[in-house]
């Protein structure tokens, strides 16, 4: 076990402040916080740089070592200039290429449309090197006007989008709504309304997190306003998500035929060839999402049957979906079982939802799936099986 952080400690007391004080005026949440003095867990390079600008004091003096970068490479880091990699072929410093800054961005770009494959199988760790370095080096070429300002604002919005994601799996709400927002300020310096869209779906996504249903109409509603203003400029499986998200929000709301509308439309639209959509890219959005917010829909209908027959759809998908949607599913499926009063099913479900929210490192989905254990002791409490479930969760 870590040592608790004291020197941290002694900082803030020093100051009189309290811990609600400083999360807030770091942008985490409090309960990060104070697994930062408890040594429980270590802040990341912009949560660190953010504590000693409010503290002004350094990392060590605050209890903190800087840790150095991994000396192995990945074919998704930013690329060095062959200039300084030639003349210091072990150094690990990410430098941007400005005589060639066009091939540069195309190299980041396959780059980052790689993180996203990343974040789809659960690659968190390599996530949390990586998207730092993108960020430190397109932070000039996206402020500064220039030929390659838009695709550089475009980099960089994706980036903040996979930054939000991370952060919300880690049940981080506040980090990551300001990174969600983040990304729609530089999908505007893009110009780009595809983007801007998507960034505000991951936005909503946050709010549906956080239980914040007005706040997510709202953002829902933002999409398909601008869907609406700029037609023909955005890509169908944009069209196709928006639809999809207010088909659900609208059957929680109890509003069955708009649900179901916006079901129809949601399939209406969907591409034939996703992947040669334009925003394919970074939104990864298959087939399958179309199931799962199918399920979704029906569950909160009330519908529970017809919610288990579009889940189960996921059966006949070849290939299989990705390990972040594969958890989902299972989660979905638990639920639905429990629902139908199916205690086995519900059981089998549960465990490998479990494994599965482990395997990609996120602690949103273990804690969703947790509450999920909660109602089924509620309901079988005096089954053994269920009961000998709860060592899924002692960790």
């Given amino acids: 076990m870590k040592q608790q952080n004291s020197m941290l400690k002694t900082a803030r007391l020093q100051k009189s402040w309290t811990p609600e004080f400083v999360s807030k005026k770091v942008g985490v949440s409090l309960s990060t916080y104070i697994r ?18 409010v503290f002004e004091m350094s990392p060590a003096e605050l209890g903190f070592e800087v840790v150095p970068p991994p000396t192995k490479r990945s074919l998704l880091d930013p690329i060095l200039s062959k200039k300084d990699f030639a003349a210091n072929p072990d150094s690990d410093a990410l430098i941007v290429d400005t005589g060639n800054l066009t091939e540069t961005l195309a190299l980041w770009k396959m780059g980052i449309s790689s993180c996203w494959q990343l974040y789809m199988i659960g ?14 080096n397109l932070a000039r070429p996206t402020l500064y006007p220039g030929p390659e300002q838009k695709m550089a604002a475009h980099l960089t919005a994706q ?35 595809n983007l801007y869209i998507a ?30 203003s700029s037609n023909d400029e955005i890509s169908p499986l ?10 659900e929000i609208q059957a ?11 079901l129809q439309l949601a399939f209406a639209v969907f591409p034939d060839d996703p992947m040669n959509d334009p925003s394919f890219s970074y939104i ?20 529970p049957k017809t919610a288990w027959d579009a889940f189960s759809r996921i059966d006949e998908l070849k290939p299989a979906p990705p390990e972040r949607i594969r958890a989902e599913f299972l989660k979905q499926r638990a639920y639905t079982s429990l629902v139908l009063g199916n205690m086995v099913q519900s059981c ?39 009961r000998s479930l709860s060592r899924l969760f002692q960790r």
């Avoid at 929680?252 to 916006?262: D, I, N, V």
Wanted: charged share 20%.
């Fill in 36 to 53: 930062w003095e408890s040594g429980t867990q270590t802040p990341r390079n912009t949560s660190l740089y953010a504590l000693c600008q």
């Fill in 123 to 136: 690659g968190q760790t390599e996530l949390e090197r990586l998207l730092p370095a993108y960020l430190s």
């Fill in 159 to 193: 980036v903040y989008q996979l930054t939000a994601l991370l952060e919300l799996q880690r049940g981080d709400f506040v980090t990551a709504q300001m990174n969600a927002s983040q990304a729609l300020v530089y999908s505007q310096i893009a110009k780009d309304w």
């Fill in 199 to 228: 960034s505000q779906m991951r936005l909503a996504s946050i709010f549906i997190a956080r239980k914040r249903i007005g706040s997510a109409l709202s953002a829902y509603n933002d999409a398909l306003r601008r869907v609406n």
């Fill in 238 to 247: 944009l069209h196709c998500w928006i639809f999809a998200a207010l088909a």
């Fill in 252 to 262: 929680t709301m109890g509003r069955e035929k708009e649900a179901l509308q916006f």
């Fill in 284 to 303: 990864r959005y298959e087939r399958y999402m179309l199931f799962l917010y199918e399920g979704q829909v029906f569950l909160r209908l009330g519908q």
């Fill in 348 to 386: 089998i479900y549960l465990e490998a939802a479990a494994k599965a929210a482990q395997e990609i490192h996120s602690d949103l989905a273990f804690s969703e799936i947790y509450t999920l254990y909660e109602h089924m002791l509620a309901v079988w409490g005096q089954e053994v099986r269920v």
